[in-house]
């Protein structure tokens, strides 16, 4: 992969996962979103699409708000497409999908650690807080940022190498490749059903639009 793609790459990728949580929240950090730009910038647009629709089924499985725990699927999508990048037929798939995940959970602890270290940062400054120091506020609140672009950039450039590992060294078959990716996408489909079926139980008429949503998707791919 071209060094312009790369550095193309990191640039994105940072901005996907701040966009998680810190900064802009546009919905970049939306997998299918994040794919299909990152597959742009390394010329395969069609194999970010793929790998981004895959893990967004399962990123529909949580919510990202408040103190919920969730994986970064947005920068797994950036790695992901890495992966597949110029991969024929399915090949890169399947693998790049499991990259993918390996970089959303460890997403997912490093959005933890960043928590942690801002709580402690707010406890030692509990006082000044409490007596609305405006300045102090500030502080904090940039010393979050910066925590989170770290850890985002960190976490991205992690991604790439491991995009490059796995394209150097994991050998895939043609059977492997399709097995691989045949059951990605078969837990990715069984992650958002389970979860459209226990939003449909707690939600009010959530049986009908779970249903119809099916039948709408049925249709829709037997046309």
């Not at 997998?31 to 069609?46: K, N, R, T």
């Not at 947005?74 to 990259?99: E, R, W, Y």
């Not at 707690?202 to 998707?217: C, T």
Request: aromatic share 6%; charged share 15%; no cysteine.
């Amino acid at each position: 992969m071209e060094f312009t793609a790369m550095g193309g790459l990191l640039v994105w990728g940072t901005l996907v996962g701040l966009d998680l949580a810190t900064l802009a929240q546009v919905m970049i950090a939306r997998p299918i979103v994040a794919g299909v730009v990152a597959g742009l910038i390394v010329g395969d647009v069609q194999s970010g699409l793929i790998v981004g629709a895959v893990l967004e089924l399962f990123a529909m499985e949580v919510l990202p708000f408040g103190a919920a725990r969730y994986p970064d699927y947005g920068l797994g999508a950036v790695a992901a497409s890495a992966t597949a990048a110029g991969a024929p037929d399915v090949f890169g798939i399947g693998i790049a999908v499991v990259v993918g995940l390996v970089i959303a959970y460890l997403g997912e602890t490093s959005i933890q650690f960043v928590r942690q270290r801002t709580t402690v940062d707010v406890q030692r400054h509990r006082d000044a807080i409490d007596a609305g120091d405006v300045r102090i506020i500030y502080r904090l609140h940039r010393r979050g940022v910066l925590r989170d672009f770290g850890r985002v950039v960190s976490l991205t450039v992690v991604g790439l190498i491991l995009s490059v590992i796995v394209r150097a060294t994991v050998p895939v078959t043609l059977r492997g490749a399709v097995v691989l990716s045949a059951v990605a996408i078969g837990v990715g489909l069984g992650t958002t059903f389970v979860s459209g079926v226990r939003v449909a139980r707690d939600a009010r008429h959530g049986w009908i639009w779970l249903v119809s949503g099916l039948v709408a998707g049925a249709a829709w791919v037997v046309q």
